[in-house]
């Protein structure tokens, strides 16, 4: 875990004039798992769109580091290949028709590295039953993949970037639609996999106690801050209060994490501007 | 029925051109260009018009218009298009430019006919050989293509995620539809492009669960449906667009009807297996 697989240097990123992302940095480690918080807003997809390269930073660069020094995997074809086929990305907002004539099975296949070959050798069907099975996929691999349920979809999401073989894992609030259980079952699932195959997950969500159960260390973002560390370091009043500029308390009740908006600034006014 | 040669053309170019729009069709409605194929059509027709007025083989003003629009359709990003009122706008300005270019030319009333109804019966070997080239072209792009193809058809964001290149690929795709509309036009005429292009594929998607299966069966659909056209006109004199268009119409609703007869079905076993109290 002490090896760095994506190391994000003084990123900064303006879009239409308005700056989204203001002098981040922070890196993550092979295998780690880092919870992303903020406020809708903050910047949580830009960072992503930026990680993929899909968008040029302003200022500042990101660098991925493939290859891992010290205990490597086994030398897949894949894990050798350049940084852009390392990086497995699950969007936000996905819109499948429930009339999809499409088994889980295929679908997950579409996510395969290789571009234009449509068979499957079987190299390719090991890494879709493989994504199938690390996901919780196979049961129902082969029923459409529009008659899932909302945590099985987001599961065969899962899996499809996962057949890539990537290194890192970018997951852009996959808890979003469901409901407690298949939440937990969701980042159960990613957490296993983080653990079991060594690879970095990155983990939007609004849940602050999904993501202090299972993230090793949090990017807590809002408009202009930021706060990295781990959920001790980060989920504190005085910091919190910094990052939104505001008087917001941190609560816990019953072990469970609340953030909660306060009228008057606790603990005086002068951590808050940054 | 066969020992007629325009008989032997009218189905060698049907059979050809209907497999081509079976299979393509399964992606038109995949990314909801059912109307751009349609305004293709319209564009193919004033482009087919203006070639017969400045004295060109037909075909090559449909492919000069439609190739153009797939250009500039892609161009500007298809988002644009799919509002219907761009589309209704394109739609009216192509169709009246067909007009004027008819009234230009001098064969007016048989050529107007032709290209808005078809004229599948009387294409001469010539045309047959043209059109069987351009749909093996359009086919063997359609299988290079097939995967990327298949995965920004049918899960756009999750093709964008894979860092596809989607521009591209949609550019691609709109040049083929541009290129399968100007034949299908041929056989069917432009008012009724949609009759081979959706009409199958809006089947097939009732009938199958996987995206190959639903090719193979909207191409086979296609192919059925002209077939029994051209023989059911032979034998009626009706014209053969006509019988076209209703065969593909019969299939598209005989699928749905027995998609919700297995639906219902599916259903009443589950509701069978589920104890009483378990009920809502």
Not at chain 2, 196 to 216: D, E, G, K, Q
């Amino acid at each position: 875990m002490n090896d760095i697989a994506l190391n994000v240097s003084h990123v900064s990123v303006d879009l239409g004039g308005r700056r989204i992302l203001s002098n981040l940095s922070f890196e993550v480690g092979h295998g780690e798992f880092m919870g992303i918080l903020g406020p809708n807003g903050a910047g949580k997809t830009t960072l992503f769109r930026v990680l993929l390269e899909l968008l040029r930073p302003t200022k500042g660069t990101v660098q991925h580091f493939g290859e891992r020094s010290g205990q490597e995997r086994e030398k897949s074809e894949v894990s050798t290949r350049k940084s852009t086929a390392t990086i497995g990305y699950v969007p936000q907002s996905r819109q499948i028709d429930t009339e999809l004539p499409m088994q889980v099975r295929d679908f997950v296949s579409l996510g395969l590295p290789n571009p234009f070959r449509f068979w499957l050798s079987r190299r390719d069907k090991e890494a879709v039953q493989s994504a199938m099975e690390l996901t919780d996929c196979a049961r129902f691999g082969h029923q459409p993949i529009g008659k899932l349920s909302g945590g099985e979809r987001q599961r065969a999401y899962l899996a499809q970037a996962l057949v890539r073989n990537p290194q890192i894992l970018l997951l852009d609030e996959p808890t979003s639609n469901l409901d407690p259980g298949a939440q937990e079952g969701m980042a159960a699932v990613v957490h296993q996999i983080c653990r079991s195959q060594s690879i970095s997950v990155l983990f939007i969500s609004h849940d602050v106690n999904l993501i202090a159960r299972y993230a090793d260390r949090i990017l807590y973002l809002t408009p202009g801050h930021y706060a990295v560390g781990t959920v001790d370091e980060v989920m504190r009043t005085d910091v919190l209060q910094r990052l939104y500029g505001t008087a917001v308390e941190l609560v816990r009740m019953a072990g469970k994490l609340y953030l909660v908006a306060t009228e008057q600034a606790i603990g005086g006014g002068t951590d808050i501007c940054n | 029925m066969f020992q007629y040669d325009f008989m032997q053309h009218a189905f060698a170019a049907g059979t050809v051109v209907a497999i081509m729009c079976g299979a393509i069709g399964v992606f038109v409605i995949a990314r909801s260009l059912s109307f751009i194929a349609h305004s293709f059509s319209h564009i193919g027709f004033s482009g087919a018009a203006f070639a017969v007025c400045i004295g060109w083989n037909p075909l090559s003003g449909l492919l000069l218009f439609t190739s153009i629009s797939a250009l500039a359709i892609g161009g500007f990003g298809v988002k644009v298009f799919r509002r219907d009122v761009t589309i209704s706008i394109i739609l009216s300005l192509f169709l009246g430019l067909g007009l004027l270019f008819i009234a230009l030319s001098t064969k007016q009333a048989t050529a107007m006919y032709a290209l808005l109804f078809g004229s599948v019966v009387g294409i001469s070997m010539s045309s047959v050989w043209e059109m069987l080239l351009l749909s093996l072209f359009v086919l063997a792009l359609l299988v290079v293509l097939y995967k990327p193809l298949k995965f920004d058809s049918f899960d756009p964001v999750g093709a964008q995620a894979a860092r596809l290149p989607v521009r591209v690929l949609s550019v691609a795709f709109l040049i083929l539809l541009g290129i399968a509309s100007s034949e299908a036009i041929q056989i069917v005429g432009s008012l009724l492009v949609f009759t081979l292009m959706t009409a199958p594929a809006a089947t097939a998607r009732y009938l199958t669960n996987t995206v190959f299966r639903m090719i193979m069966a909207s191409a086979f659909l296609a192919v059925i449906g002209v077939w029994g056209g051209l023989v059911l006109s032979y034998y009626t004199n009706a014209p053969v667009t006509f019988f076209i268009a209703t065969l593909e119409c019969i299939f598209y609703f005989m699928a749905l009807g027995w998609h919700a007869l297995r639906e219902r079905r599916k259903a009443r076993t589950v509701e069978a297996v589920t104890p009483v109290w378990q009920r809502a």
